[in-house]
């Protein structure tokens, strides 16, 4: 069984930092594109990074220049750095995973539980 687990979010004033991080367990031989996604209350869920499996990056232009997404294939794990942190990053940040690939079997797409990240002003 597949799970995807983040940690790392919290409290933080405007302008600090948090580093969260993506763990998938289960037995996976390998997964694809990988992303953090947030969702703040009453809206809608947006992408903020995504990061492929050979390391090409794209961000949403609200965070371009404050947030850094990385991974480590040897450890299938995700992490987003985010500096200069704003109230408007406010929200539950999920972890999201595309073609994970295990021994005979393949998921098209799994969800980790989201993490709150909660900047005050």
């Known amino acids: 069984q597949v799970q995807l687990v983040e940690s790392g979010g919290g409290l933080v004033q405007a302008g600090g930092s948090l580093r969260l991080s993506c763990a998938a367990s289960g037995s996976i031989f390998s997964i694809g594109t990988m992303g953090w996604y947030r969702q703040a209350p009453g809206s809608q869920r947006e992408l903020v990074a995504e990061i492929t499996s050979g390391g090409s990056s794209h961000y949403a232009d609200s965070v371009k220049g404050r947030f850094t997404i990385s991974r480590d294939n040897a450890k299938n794990t995700m992490y987003l750095q985010m500096n200069s942190l704003k109230p408007e990053d406010t929200a539950v940040y999920y972890c999201?995973?595309?073609?994970?690939?295990?021994?005979?079997?393949?998921?098209?797409?799994?969800w980790g539980q989201g993490t709150q990240v909660t900047v005050s002003s």
């Open positions: 999201n995973a595309l073609n994970l690939y295990g021994g005979g079997w393949r998921i098209n797409a799994a």
